[in-house]
């Protein structure tokens, strides 16, 4: 199922959500950025910088910017039929500029029962 992420009506990038894990309302999958990523993604690169990958100790400071920055995006999840889907987080993970994977993934905790239901029942 084609997930598409928005910011302010502009698409922002997609993602299967192939990964899912109910009992923590969390879905994760490779992300295919669209052409307002741009606008985004160095809020993700905030992330990437605050938790690097090498095992380095986190930044807390650039960390709690990354989680402002991000929740002010207000960005949006949509199903296939254009369905809003009701989020608490949606994260980007995005090392590409620092060196690691070039793949992105999308990683969304959504609290909509209604879509759980859905993605059980294959509708």
Do not use: C, N
Not at 49 to 60: E, N
Not at 81 to 103: C, E, L, N, W
Request: charged share 25%; glycine share 8%; no cysteine.
């Amino acid at each position: 199922m084609r997930h598409t992420v928005r910011l302010h009506g502009v698409i922002v990038g997609h993602s299967e959500l192939e990964h899912i894990d109910p009992d923590v309302d969390r879905a994760w999958g490779l992300f295919r950025p669209g052409l307002g990523y741009e606008l985004v993604q160095p809020v993700f690169e905030l992330f990437a910088q605050a938790v690097p990958l090498d095992g380095s100790p986190k930044d807390t400071a650039l960390l709690d910017r990354y989680h402002q920055s991000r929740d002010a995006l207000h960005l949006e999840l949509q199903d296939e039929q254009s369905r809003t889907i009701k989020t608490s987080a949606i994260h980007i993970v995005d090392y590409s500029q620092f060196g690691g994977p070039a793949t992105i993934e999308l990683d969304v905790l959504i609290s909509d029962e209604g879509y759980w239901r859905r993605r059980a029942t294959g509708g």
